[in-house]
């Protein structure tokens, strides 16, 4: 692993990046606990930190795959080189390192074969989103935008404008958040309306939530627990409307109701390896 090229790379794009040994506590998500790409932060600000513990750094090779400065972007691999893992998905893994408005950001990259930071950002887009924008002709300038005429992004969201939608105002939930299910703070909507899905119960100890059986089961061995947990549907297709706040992004806003969709991060085999949660 030649980190005096990783670092080259990284800084063309303003960033700063680091090989660190892991912490217990930093582990943020379950994976094989070999390695873990997240945003970290010393004395002179953030850095993206590739972080390996020293017996298994031998066993991993990383390589910058496409810079792109203009964009402040870049495509991250990481190499298993052991041979128990050749010809598995985890063998290599993408990363889509970056800057998008605020802050830094770290994400798995779902398409095995991307080799350039455009691939990677349009393996990121759910299918629905992905085909709306080549119905509608948009040109790639076009199409990385946040806002365009096939949908607006907020982070890892997209929202598609759905203007034909109505919907009863009982059923409105107001100021409601959005979260991937991992613990990460949440996109808060002023109006979101869910249809379908399963009722789970999410709380700060269950970001994922759980099934109404379970969650019977958790407040009648603790009583006191219940006023913790927050019913919600999990996989429902969603609504949105008005503002959509988060404090690493610019708010916008819905002028008409939008179908909600998350980008496809979770469908990547990193992302058991990015600790980074916004």
Known sequence: MNIPILERHFARMGARFKVTRPVLRRWARPGD???AMNIGRDTRGEFFDLSVSEEAEARYDAAVLNVSEQERHLLFLVRDTDEAAAGTAAQKQRFLCGHDERAWFVAAVPDATATTVRAARESLKPLPVYARQLRMGLRASE??????EAFVRQGEWFFIPEPRV???STWIR??????????SK????AELYRHGG?????SDKFPGGVSPERYLKLITARPGTASTFRQMRRNARVYARGTVRHADHKTIVLHCWHQVMMNTENEA???RNVAFLD
């Open 198 to 202: 399963e009722v789970v119960y999410v």
């Open 186 to 189: 949440p996109h808060v909507v």
């Open 33 to 35: 606990g070999s390695f």
């Open 143 to 148: 199409a990385n935008r946040r806002r365009n």
């Open 269 to 271: 085999p990193a992302m």
């Open 174 to 183: 107001r100021n409601e958040p959005l979260r991937r299910g991992n613990g």
């Open 166 to 168: 109505t919907v009863e």
